[in-house]
């Protein structure tokens, strides 16, 4: 059925339940081919990434001029674009994956009960996974190297602002599946043209087995309001680092500045700075004109601001922070700054305005460090590190199907195990249960 969306645009309910159904019947295939297959998959494909950088730049270049020409922020023109080391990067991660153990070779152990039978488990896939995604065109890459490598036929949602560069990088993973006797309808793309499809999707009870949204908060919350199919919550990233009275001078400036500048524009990059009234008067406009200098607008507390105008900072950026700046998602060179009164302070602050995603301290101090590492409810924290490295990559996941901020079935980057399931398997010899 071909009806019209709320966009304007023609949406065929139809295609996409074809789409899912030819989805359903590649999962099964996929979960009973050999690992060997599925990652000379991802090999083929790093192979065609490479082959074809030159075409996927130019048709990436499409999309970026038609966001630019639309006003996109400098931070979605980031998350869009593709560069050859981007691409090359794309290339490596699903190299990576294939090297990866087969996450369906894990069974048991088993045990044996007092009847005789033995029980254990055997790790199996999902089998339809639909990923939802804004923006970046490299989680085409990512989302669909790990479903594959784990025996998962996916469904691949991107923006309509990527809508030819994710089409392009879907054609790719078609033909490296093609090229190695797999179904090319084990990894789809759904037309990214109607906002329909999302909501279509999350219905397709029975032929979807799972949904991951990866996105911001409005993309999220409409996810998990709507659908009648399960969903893992990869959430928004409000994330603090604090620098404690114990904290390293040094070392919380290069940590605070790394957190923030290196990719602004990303889910595990710095939002809010926190810091001891102990030491703000004396590291506060040193770790501020470290971030300043990379052109970092300070929004700030009442402490924070005047702590910043007396030592004669640049007030073009620094400027009194609003309610809505705490417990906010900048993904730009924006950051937040307040004075909290110790750990507590810290603590009572995150837990207030954290989202769960990534949270630091800078400290020396080895009770107060424990402190927040234990006490701080997030999917990862660090002690004197940059949240910056909440990524699967970096976790040795190979990739990320996204950073999970629920606590079921999966909290922090998503790899291989957390797309799989189990299924228990019994074992006996003609066993009854008595009445």
Not at 270 to 280: G, H, N, Q
Not at 394 to 403: N, P, R, T
């Amino acid at each position: 059925m071909v009806a019209e969306a709320h966009s304007g645009t023609l949406f065929d309910s139809d295609l996409l339940v074809n789409q899912a159904q030819e989805a359903r019947s590649a999962s099964r295939l996929l979960a009973h081919s050999s690992d060997a297959q599925r990652s000379q998959a991802l090999y083929r494909l790093a192979s065609l990434l490479r082959e074809q950088v030159d075409e996927l730049l130019q048709t990436n270049a499409l999309d970026v001029e038609s966001e630019r020409e639309q006003g996109a922020s400098a931070s979605s023109l980031d998350r869009l674009a593709l560069t050859a080391s981007r691409v090359d990067a794309m290339a490596t991660s699903a190299e990576l994956v294939a090297r990866l153990p087969d996450p369906l070779a894990e069974q048991g152990p088993f045990r044996r009960l007092s009847n005789g039978l033995w029980v254990g488990q055997h790790r199996v896939p999902f089998g339809v996974i639909g990923i939802i995604f804004e923006g970046r065109p490299n989680v085409t890459i990512d989302a669909a190297s790990l479903c594959l490598k784990a025996g998962n036929a996916v469904l691949l949602r991107g923006s309509r602002s990527a809508r030819k560069s994710n089409q392009a990088l879907v054609d790719l993973i078609q033909r490296s599946l093609k090229d190695v006797g797999l179904p090319e309808s084990c990894a789809q793309g759904i037309s990214a043209e109607s906002r329909e499809t999302v909501a279509a999707l999350l219905k397709l009870r029975g032929l979807v087995d799972l949904v991951i949204p990866r996105g911001g908060r409005h993309l999220i919350d409409f996810v998990v309001e709507n659908a009648q199919v399960p969903v893992i919550e990869t959430g928004a990233g409000v994330c603090h680092t604090y620098i404690d009275r114990s904290a390293d001078p040094g070392k919380a400036e290069q940590i605070v500045v790394n957190a923030k500048v290196r990719r602004p524009s990303i889910c595990n990059a710095l939002d809010t700075v926190l810091i001891d009234r102990a030491v703000a008067q004396e590291y506060l406009p040193v770790v501020a004109r470290a971030l300043i200098s990379h052109s970092v607008t300070l929004h700030c507390d009442e402490e924070a601001y005047a702590c910043l105008i007396a030592h004669g900072l640049n007030l073009h950026h620094v400027e009194p922070a609003l309610a809505s700046d705490w417990g906010k998602e900048y993904l730009s060179l924006d950051a937040a700054v307040a004075v909290v009164d110790g750990i507590d302070g810290a603590l009572e602050h995150i837990a207030t305005f954290g989202s769960g995603h990534s949270e630091a301290i800078i400290a020396e101090h080895y009770p107060t460090a424990m402190r927040f590492l234990q006490e701080v409810d997030a999917a990862a924290v660090y002690l004197n590190a940059s949240t910056q490295f909440t990524d699967g990559g970096e976790f040795g996941l190979g990739a990320e199907i996204g950073i999970s901020t629920q606590k079921l079935h999966a909290r922090g980057p998503m790899g291989l195990r957390e797309i799989t399931t189990y299924k228990w398997v019994i074992l006996g010899d003609g066993q009854v249960r008595p009445r």
